[in-house]
């Protein structure tokens, strides 16, 4: 398995266009994390998937960002319309829950560096 | 929602010294104990996990102590090399697999 993909690598946008994140998740995963970024805030959780249904959606920043698991192996998170506040990394991360509650390990991807201009 | 506090925000040690990062973590709830090294440009890794019925996990140079009475545990690096030099990332979780970090300690070795 080649581990957690994250597409684009580096993705550089204009303001007010929209970006879309991509993230497959390690096969036979359950769990789902999209972070973000930065300097000043550090690693924080936007929003969270068990069994593709969002759990917490409360980091979320605003309505401009929403996320979808279309499948249980894949996820895409979008920010419409972009700003340039929004430039950060975007990381994804994948653990398996078993039953009972169980957390094993979360892996994360190699991430999105989002530039807004 | 958990609320993770680490300290020291940077540590610098000199190579063979000891090296110890604090968290912190709010909801008695929560159960297992993450703890992640990031480099430069690279994604956190992680490094070593503590579940909540254990109080001390080690491997190798790395160990891991849990007080969950008062809510803290700790990640102490031993003999530490200068390619232990990275940003290290304490997380929280609990059953509902929510994970929040701490801010991260910049830990430098100087050789």
């Known amino acids: 398995d080649a581990g957690v993909i994250q597409s684009p690598r580096h993705e550089v946008t204009e303001m007010g266009q929209e970006v879309t994140l991509r993230c497959k998740l390690i096969s036979g995963h359950n769990s789902l994390f999209w972070y973000r970024q930065t300097m000043m805030r550090g690693l924080e959780l936007l929003i969270y998937?068990?069994?593709?249904?969002?759990?917490?959606d409360s980091g979320m920043p605003e309505d401009r960002f929403s996320a979808k698991m279309p499948n249980a192996s894949f996820s895409t998170l979008k920010i419409q319309p972009s700003e340039p506040r929004d430039s950060a990394v975007y990381f994804c991360?994948?653990?398996?829950?078993?039953?009972?509650?169980?957390?094993?390990?979360?892996?994360f991807g190699q991430g999105t560096r989002l530039t807004v201009v | 929602g958990e609320n993770v506090e680490q300290h020291p925000s940077t540590l610098s040690v000199q190579e063979g010294d000891s090296a110890v990062i604090k968290c912190t973590y709010s909801d008695s709830a929560s159960n297992y104990f993450p703890w992640y090294k990031q480099e430069l440009g690279k994604r956190p890794q992680l490094i070593i996990d503590?579940?909540?019925?254990?109080g001390e996990k080690k491997d190798q140079r790395i160990a891991v102590t849990l007080n969950k009475t008062a809510k803290h545990f700790s990640l102490h690096i031993t003999e530490t090399q200068p390619e232990d030099s990275a940003v290290y990332f304490c997380?929280?979780?609990?059953?509902?697999?929510?994970?929040?970090f701490g801010a991260g300690t910049r830990l430098t070795v100087k050789p």
């Open positions: 997380a929280a979780r609990y059953n509902n697999n929510d994970m929040r």
């Open positions: 998937f068990n069994n593709n249904v969002p759990i917490d």
């Open positions: 991360a994948s653990s398996f829950r078993l039953t009972g509650g169980l957390n094993t390990e979360a892996f």
């Open positions: 503590i579940r909540s019925n254990v």
